[in-house]
């Protein structure tokens, strides 16, 4: 995300391959843009790889599970996938 759109209350979001429940994980507000750059090369590579969550937690995600990842911002209304 630019500057001028920062996410003020952005979160990890995985719709996995399988299918079923999409999974959103907060993540902090100042310590998400790496993990926004890495999105495609983590997908195409299937990697493993550990994300913190806002909450302190640390979660290991199989990026060769997942179809779809996104950064996203909880704090927007109205969300429609790919419009803003």
Do not use: S
């Amino acid at each position: 995300m630019t500057e001028e759109k920062r996410a003020e209350r952005p979160a990890l979001v995985l719709h996995l391959a399988a299918g079923g429940e999409t999974l959103m994980f907060a993540l902090p507000p100042d310590d998400y843009e790496e993990l926004e750059q890495e999105l495609r090369t983590l997908l195409v590579k299937g990697t493993v790889r550990a994300v913190h969550t806002k909450d302190g937690a640390t979660v290991a995600i199989n990026f060769a599970n997942v179809a779809v990842a996104y950064i996203d911002d909880l704090q927007r209304k109205g969300k429609v996938f790919g419009l803003h």
